[in-house]
């Protein structure tokens, strides 16, 4: 108890934290009634809202199990956000490690007073997931064009953020670049000079890795062009870049020049070596069209030095692991109501079973023949739209192998806190502050 007795303020002794800690846990407190008590028609496709502070003070709602190493501050969401203040940002999607399937999170920064002149700086990042359901649901609800074309959404590097085949085909979403589903849209941005290759070096692993930037003349807020895919079909898009944001949405015209799971994955128009990820670099011209890649740097192990011809880049930034799943222990979620029960079994409508948390649009069987008849499952039963797959964190009970209930994320009625940059943990079984809500995990590191 010491930390107890400051945090609480009983005691001003302060030996853990850092001293502005005390007031990032009571300015962080107001969002649990805000949180708790956000009820809209998109509560069951919000999977989860958090904070994290500069200075260590991590929320989550609803409470789950994190891993004793957890560090906002070094997570993809956090430092995404605090390279583009101000802005709206959006990640690629990637698989929720608690149960909710693929999930995409939205963040952004959150800015205080540091002096007297009112001079401002970045205190915080803001951010929730939601289903990718849920995104191309919005997509159709706010652009009305994509109704009528293919509708994706890209970020500034050309990663997917959203594209349809994410709905309906097998194949992890993770890290799907432009590339990998449409070569021939990429192929044309790189000729026109809006797309542009970005080169760092990993000296870890002496590997040049090559991305791209989206760079949009001065002023401009779309680019726009066509082109033909497999000699016959043309090819029509747009870009606009969505305001404040990271992101751009795309309109597309033709769907069979689109990849499909790794269809002419090695042709010459925009070669990919992974059907996500990075793959072998075969092509370093500026204006050479292939997804994100590396390729080894040239080094002299013996003179522990690079040749004096080559050319050295910037280095890459620091990967983002993968937060590993937290093993339940037993006994520990018994007698909790599970946070996202979607009743899947009484939606009949597919984007709305998709938007949902926990429930997936069965229209395939385990051979991939399409269902006589496409029905709303939990993703216990069907995932990726295919009867007997299972999403891998969900957890799934066998009753809800039967077809009952959604994803076990749990709701925690324990208060956390984590000292010691998260090396030690400290769990109580009711709420240990008037600060805290009892579903709020609260996380601080040094």
């Known amino acids: 108890g010491q930390y107890l007795v400051y945090l609480d303020g009983q005691s001003t002794v302060n030996k853990f934290f850092k001293p502005t800690v005390i007031n990032s846990v009571r300015l962080t407190s107001a969002l649990n009634s805000i949180w708790q008590g956000a009820a809209s028609k998109y509560t069951q496709s919000v999977v989860w809202r958090y904070i994290g502070t500069i200075d260590g ?10 891993p004793t190493s957890y560090d906002h501050l070094k997570r993809g969401w956090f430092t995404r956000s605090i390279s583009n203040p101000g802005q709206l940002t959006l990640s690629p999607p990637y698989l929720d490690a608690f149960g909710a399937g693929f999930v995409v999170t ?38 009305t064009e994509c109704r009528t074309f293919r509708c994706i959404l890209m970020d500034v590097s050309g990663y997917l953020v959203f594209h349809p085949d994410f709905l309906t085909r097998t194949g992890s979403p993770e890290w799907v670049h432009l590339g990998h589903k449409e070569p021939f849209v990429m192929q044309s941005l ?15 692993t002496f590997k040049r890795h090559v991305t791209y930037k989206m760079v949009l003349p001065g002023g401009q807020t779309f680019v726009s062009g066509s082109t033909s895919c497999y000699t016959t079909t043309s090819l029509s898009y747009k870009f606009e870049q969505i305001a404040q944001s990271n992101v751009f949405v795309g309109f597309l015209t033709s769907t069979s020049c689109s ?22 670099c075969t092509n370093s011209a500026p204006l050479s069209c292939e997804c994100p890649c590396t390729e080894d740097l040239p080094f002299l192990p013996c003179n522990n030095s690079f040749p004096a011809s080559g050319t050295l880049y910037d280095v890459c930034p620091a990967d983002i692991f993968a937060l590993p799943v937290v093993p339940r222990k037993p006994g520990s979620v018994a007698g909790l ?19 949902t948390v926990g429930c ?32 891998p964190n969900a957890g799934c009970t066998a009753e809800q192998n039967e077809g009952g209930g959604g994803s076990t994320i749990i709701q925690s009625p324990a208060t956390v806190l984590a000292l010691g940059g998260g090396s030690t943990i400290i769990q109580s079984p009711a709420t240990v502050l008037a600060l805290v809500s009892g579903t709020v995990w609260l996380l601080i590191t040094h």
Do not use: H
């Not at 007073?113 to 401002?120: G, I, R």
């Not at 000729?191 to 080169?199: A, D, E, P």
């Not at 990849?259 to 072998?280: A, H, I, K, V």
């Not at 979607?342 to 709305?352: A, E, L, M």
């Open 360 to 391: 997936d649009w069965c229209f395939r069987s385990a051979s991939l023949i399409e269902l006589s008849a496409a029905y709303c499952s939990t993703d216990c039963v069907c995932f990726q739209g295919t009867l007997g797959m299972q999403n």
């Open 337 to 355: 109501e599970q946070c996202f029960n979607g009743r899947c079994s009484v939606i009949d409508q597919s984007r709305t079973c998709r938007a």
């Open 190 to 204: 790189i000729q026109q000079g809006v797309l542009q290759k970005q080169n760092c070096s990993r000296y870890d």
């Open 106 to 143: 939205l963040g952004t920064t959150i800015t205080q007073s540091v002096d007297s002149l009112q001079t401002s700086a970045v205190g915080a990042v803001m951010a929730m997931d939601f289903t990718m359901g849920y995104l191309g649901d919005l997509l159709q609800e706010v652009y």
């Open 57 to 66: 003070v991590f929320r989550l709602i609803p409470g789950t199990q994190l």
């Open 259 to 280: 990849r499909l799971d790794g269809r002419n994955m090695f042709t010459s128009t925009c070669p990919c070596q992974t059907l996500n990820g990075l793959g072998r």
